[in-house]
């Protein structure tokens, strides 16, 4: 089935460090691959997309590029802020077969930025 | 444009008890989905209504249960609520036709 692997958490970097966090999939055809973010107490906000492979998704200086040959969609941020302190869910979306709504997400990463 | 309303924001009950939660999704989206978030299983899918009908069920027991209002509100019921049913419920809206999700606050249910 369906699978997302993220990197183990927590990361804690400090302001205007540079960001990753992996993200890879395991998925039959081609899903739409997603990141969220969770502020405490918060549901999940959309943070950016990809539909099909070489999109990059971009917002708030976040961007991921769906790489089909790697099956990855790594998260990174070329300067972080205190505010950017979440956690972010990488997430796909297979519209085929029986799947048609539902996401399957990753375990989660905890992010830390300290002034 | 109004967002994705979940209610109650909070949940306080007893093992035993059911419980009934609401979420309105936005406005001209027809796809209803729910998930429940565990700090120990993460974010798993309960089901997903699209005009009124179920089209995706996740592996959870029959005591989750779900409906969709013509009006596109759905509602999640648990009936005989247990302790491991303490969770936050999202609820998330959309067209229906595979694009991006958009989530609720959630709700948090707490059983004692």
């Known amino acids: 089935g369906n699978s997302v692997t993220q990197m183990e958490g927590p990361v804690t970097l400090s302001e205007e460090a540079f960001l990753t966090i992996n993200c890879t999939y395991t998925a039959t055809g081609y899903p739409s691959l997603f990141w969220y973010v969770q502020y405490p107490g918060e549901g999940l906000q959309l943070l950016l997309k990809?539909?099909?492979?070489?999109d990059k998704g971009s917002n708030k200086g976040f961007e991921a590029t769906y790489r089909k040959e790697t099956t990855s969609f790594h998260l990174e941020k070329g300067s972080v802020q205190v505010s950017d302190s979440a956690v972010y869910f990488c997430a796909l979306r297979y519209a085929g077969g029986t799947s048609y709504g539902k996401l399957t997400f990753g375990q989660g990463t905890i992010l830390t930025v300290h002034p | 444009k109004a967002g994705v309303t979940q209610t109650p924001r909070y949940l306080i009950k007893t093992r035993g008890q059911q419980v009934t939660l609401s979420c309105s999704p936005i406005?001209?989206?027809?796809?209803v989905s729910w998930y429940q978030q565990t700090p120990g299983q993460g974010l798993q899918f309960l089901f997903e209504?699209?005009?009124?009908?179920?089209?995706n069920k996740g592996n959870f027991p029959g005591r989750f249960s779900g409906r969709q209002f013509s009006n596109s509100r759905s509602e999640m019921n648990v009936s005989t609520l247990e302790l491991g049913d303490s969770a936050l419920y999202l609820c998330?809206?959309?067209?229906?036709?595979?694009?991006?999700?958009?989530f609720g606050q959630g709700t948090r249910l707490t059983v004692v």
């Open positions: 998330a809206s959309g067209d229906g036709q595979g694009t991006e999700a958009f």
């Open positions: 990809a539909t099909k492979a070489d």
């Open positions: 406005s001209g989206h027809r796809s």
């Open positions: 209504y699209f005009s009124e009908t179920q089209r």
